[in-house]
């Protein structure tokens, strides 16, 4: 976001969170990985509640300091998604969210029907189409013929149990933080070329 803004694609970028206690240390961290090697990308930004503060609604705040037509990016624990993007929704916000957007298909009915009442943009990010090796093994996949059969396993490094402990297993689970790459994959790779049968 601060590179967007440094090309003039942006402007004002905020930061909403639940403890403001973290955010000097997430400043020191951008300051010595961005500013300090990059000097000509400000990382000044808004940051939502105060360095003092826990508040969980804060995001609310956030949202209504921005105007219809600005954008959000939504990166937070997967059962908070919903609440979040049909707040920004309300807010005539058109919204980036990770995967998976929701965890259900009643919301995302309600995130549908809710964006197109709204006229906003509502969209997954789901990055494993950037990557070079899912880009190169869909590619040679479109030259195999009609579609028959995917099989995916993906497993889970030590280390992001530890990152994601304070949700992951409780509020969501790899199904769907990391099995929805997959998920999305073989819809990419399916594309229009074949249909279902069963």
Partial sequence: MCDLR???KTNRIALAGV??????????HMKKNISDVYKDIDIN????????????SAYKTAISKFNKGDAVTIFTPDDT???????????????????????????HRILHEAAEKAGV??????????????TDSRDRIQKLGPFSFLTSYMS????????FKAWAGKGSDISYYLNSHHIDYHEWCVGESSRPIR
């Fill in 6 to 8: 440094r090309r003039g």
């Fill in 19 to 28: 403890n403001g206690k973290k955010f000097p240390g997430i400043r020191a």
């Fill in 45 to 56: 930004m808004e940051m939502y509640p105060d360095d003092d503060i826990i508040d969980a």
């Fill in 81 to 107: 998604h919903f609440e979040i993007t049909l707040e920004c929704i309300k807010a005539g916000l058109h919204v980036l969210v990770t995967k998976p957007i929701v965890k259900t298909l009643e919301h």
């Fill in 121 to 134: 943009l509502v969209c997954i990010e789901v990055h494993k189409r950037w990557d070079p090796i899912y």
């Fill in 156 to 163: 889970q490094p030590k280390h992001q149990l530890e990152t």
